[in-house]
């Protein structure tokens, strides 16, 4: 299978990622950690499996991976250390993060994103991908412990000795991005470039403020979970709970009904009327363009303005050609957008839709401040 891929700016620098950044979370298992129904679902892929698919990803063209240190616990990173060793570093942008604990024995020091915890969460990190630098280390998630300009100069210090060449951030809301880009202005610290949030057709809060923040200060924005976890493809039925051996989403299901985890996407959405929309409206624009609703789904995040590269997941190497092909070629016409859209419309509760319903009218391409869909 030959896929073309395009690539774009990482946000405010000059990196060029692909449009479809490779998410290592599937690569692992553990069941240690703070997630570990999660990471011992069998739907984790072993070391073979991930090198195979790290290996086709860079053959159809990508160039961007992204990691965590707390994916099955460290062996994520691990998995793409020995992959790393027989390639060529310069040609691999990689993205990892901190913030969430590893070690349940450690919350006091072991979590958040002070100076201290960054710091001895890096080295670590660098260990098991075998390198001596990340491309982009992101704080995980807002940490309301730590005063922000510890956190940024801590990001900058670490830049400037050549440990990380960018940072951007992860699970924020709109004022605290804000916060983030104006403390790094008035402190004269290199700014956050990206912005990794879950989003796709079933997830688009982050349109009404955090995305709006990007625009303004040149962040991009890296869509995870883009499928909702493996729903927004034609594997579902409504009413029958997925299969727990044939999809992540039906083993996190199950365990949400046993009591053994705390959520699951396919609990989230079932119910939801404007989920079973979203579901035809892509099955109909597939079929005319002759496409899989995965790709449909990613291609409707690629052609938004403010994303940069959208972080797929995937279980086998068949998934992986699948996602790929949303990269390049084609393109989802403006009324397609405006269906798909349609289909699962985006809340706007007060103040928003009485802001937007002025904001509207009052579109000024030299202020470049609201922009209310
Ligand atoms: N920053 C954060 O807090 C955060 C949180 C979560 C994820 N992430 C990042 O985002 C990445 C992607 O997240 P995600 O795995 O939740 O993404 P996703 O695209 O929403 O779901 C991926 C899952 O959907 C299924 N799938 C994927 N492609 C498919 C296809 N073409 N046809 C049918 N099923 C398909 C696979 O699961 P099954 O085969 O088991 O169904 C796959 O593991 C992660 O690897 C990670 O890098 C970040």
Redesign the pocket.
């Known amino acids: 299978m030959a896929t073309k891929v395009d690539y774009n700016f990482l946000g405010r620098s000059g990196v060029k990622v692909s449009n479809l950044c490779l998410?290592?979370?599937?690569f692992g298992s553990t069941d240690k950690g703070m997630f570990p129904a999660f990471y011992s679902n069998p739907?984790q892929l072993n070391e073979e499996a991930s090198h195979q698919i790290l290996d086709k990803f860079v053959e159809l063209g990508g160039n961007f991976i992204?990691?965590a240190d707390i994916y099955a616990n460290g062996n994520s990173e691990k998995i793409i250390g020995t992959w790393l060793q027989n390639k060529s570093r310069d040609d691999i942008v990689i993205a990892s993060?901190a913030g969430i604990p590893m070690d349940m024995t450690r919350l006091n020091n072991g979590v958040g994103l002070s100076r201290r915890h960054i710091v001895e969460s890096l080295g670590p990190s660098l260990d098991r991908l075998q390198t001596n630098y990340l491309d982009l280390y992101q704080g995980?998630v807002w940490d309301n412990g730590t005063p922000l300009e510890e956190t940024l100069r801590t990001f900058d210090d670490l830049v400037r000795c050549g440990k990380i060449r960018y940072y951007g951030f992860?699970?924020v809301c709109g004022w605290q991005l804000q916060k983030i880009a104006d403390t790094a202005k008035m402190l004269n610290l290199n700014p956050c470039i990206t912005l990794?949030q879950?989003y796709?057709l079933c997830e688009r809060d982050s349109e009404l403020e955090a995305f709006q923040v990007c625009q303004n200060e040149g962040i991009a924005v890296l869509p995870?979970?883009?499928?909702?976890?493996?729903l927004l493809?034609d594997?579902l039925k409504r009413d029958v709970r997925p299969d727990p051996k044939e999809?992540?989403?039906g083993y996190l299901a199950e365990k949400l009904a046993e009591g053994k985890n705390w959520w699951s996407p396919w609990d989230e959405e079932k119910d939801n009327d404007n989920y079973w929309k979203t579901i035809d409206v892509l099955k109909t624009i597939a079929k005319d363009k002759d496409k899989?609703v995965?790709q449909v789904a990613l291609r409707w995040l690629i052609q938004q303005e403010v994303v940069s590269s959208v972080?797929?997941?995937?279980?086998s190497v068949q998934?992986l050609e699948?996602?790929m092909g949303a990269s390049s070629g084609w393109e989802l016409s403006p009324e397609e957008m405006k269906q798909l859209s349609d289909a699962a419309p985006l809340r706007k509760p007060y103040p928003y839709g009485f802001i937007s319903s002025f904001a509207s009218n009052r579109t000024n391409p030299f202020a470049r401040s609201v922009k209310m869909s």
């Open positions: 998410g290592a979370m599937t739907r992204d990691t993060k995980h992860s699970n990794q879950q796709s995870w979970s883009p499928l909702k976890g493996g493809t594997k999809s992540r989403a899989s995965a972080i797929i997941g995937c279980t998934q699948d996602n």
